[in-house]
């Protein structure tokens, strides 16, 4: 069996201000990098408002909807924008995440890697923000909850930014472990060690800027690693932002291309220990086109070494 591969062209559709660093131009360099691995290759459906249901209420569902523009942009906040396709685009991430779910756990494929955009890990119960419209990690989780019975999910998330909006709708989801790494201090914020969640299953894990891999790699054996083994998970969710990457332009982390490798390998050794492999990833950062592209080449080659 093959890693998967879940995209959609209207993810290219969602499109942002001249200078925007979440921009078309992220999604076509990853595409390019990918287009000589063997993967099994998915078209992502739009999801179903009764599977976003599970993360976010039908008004702010209804608000997303209204705000596209039938020209130009609409500015959500002062760095989210909207412009004609950007619904489509929204729906085809969260639909490639249940999609990947689904597949991963019917065992038709061993795992999965989500090209899509905008990204979703900022994006609050009622709040979009960062770039973010739908939760769609958070969403993952509660899909494979809620639809296909799972006890326990984790999702790690090794974006430089702060997973505020995964935190956000699994606060109060014993079912969910959610372990996120952030520098900090930077945007947005949120993400210190004392915000465990209502049932003390979530872990931060604040990095300081200009650390870098050896950093990275110390405070995941220390912390994180131990915690997914405890837990015990039947699925990972990876939210796999690559602006740690000492190149990115957002941030002052100093990872390698060979850290993201690392991070991925080991997640998929865990995953081989605990739940038979089962991971889905899903892109959210990283904005220097060349080390994102590398980066997330990396990532998937990974995830393909884990799938044979």
């Not at 959500?76 to 685009?89: C, E, K, L, N, Q």
């Not at 419209?133 to 899909?143: I, V």
């Not at 405070?219 to 190149?247: C, M, N, T, V, W």
């Amino acid at each position: 069996m093959k890693t998967a591969l879940l995209t959609h062209a209207d993810c290219l559709g969602h499109v942002t201000p001249d200078g925007h660093p979440e921009r078309v131009a992220r999604l076509e360099h990853i595409l390019h990098a990918l287009e000589a691995l063997d993967l099994d290759r998915r078209t992502a459906p739009m999801v179903a408002d009764d599977d976003l249901l599970r993360v976010h209420p039908e008004d702010y569902i209804r608000d997303i909807r209204a705000a596209q523009p039938a020209e130009g942009f609409t500015q959500i906040d002062g760095d989210t924008f909207m412009s004609p396709g950007s619904v489509d685009a929204a729906y085809r991430g969260a639909g490639a995440v249940v999609r990947a779910v689904d597949l991963v756990l019917s065992g038709e494929v061993p795992n999965a890697f989500c090209a899509i955009r905008p990204p979703g890990h900022h994006a609050e119960t009622d709040k979009a923000m960062g770039f973010c419209l739908f939760g769609n990690a958070a969403l993952g989780a509660k899909h494979a909850l809620d639809h296909h019975g799972l006890a326990r999910v984790a999702v790690v998330d090794f974006d430089v930014h702060h997973g505020n909006g995964t935190q956000d709708l699994l606060w109060d989801e014993k079912r969910a472990l959610v372990i996120t790494s952030q520098q900090m201090p930077l945007w947005p914020g949120s993400g210190r060690p004392d915000e465990t969640g209502a049932y003390d299953t979530v872990l931060n894990i604040p990095l300081p800027p200009a650390s870098g891999g050896a950093e990275m790699r110390a405070a995941y054996e220390a912390q994180a690693f131990p915690r997914l083994r405890a837990f015990k998970p039947e699925l990972i969710i990876i939210s796999a932002g690559f602006d740690a990457h000492q190149d990115d332009p957002l941030a002052n982390l100093n990872w390698s291309t060979r850290d993201f490798a690392w991070i991925t390998a080991e997640l998929c050794k865990i995953a081989d220990e605990v739940c038979e492999g089962r991971i889905v990833s899903t892109l959210e950062g990283g904005y220097d086109l060349n080390a994102l592209a590398e980066a997330t080449h990396a990532h998937v080659e990974e995830l393909m070494k884990a799938a044979r």
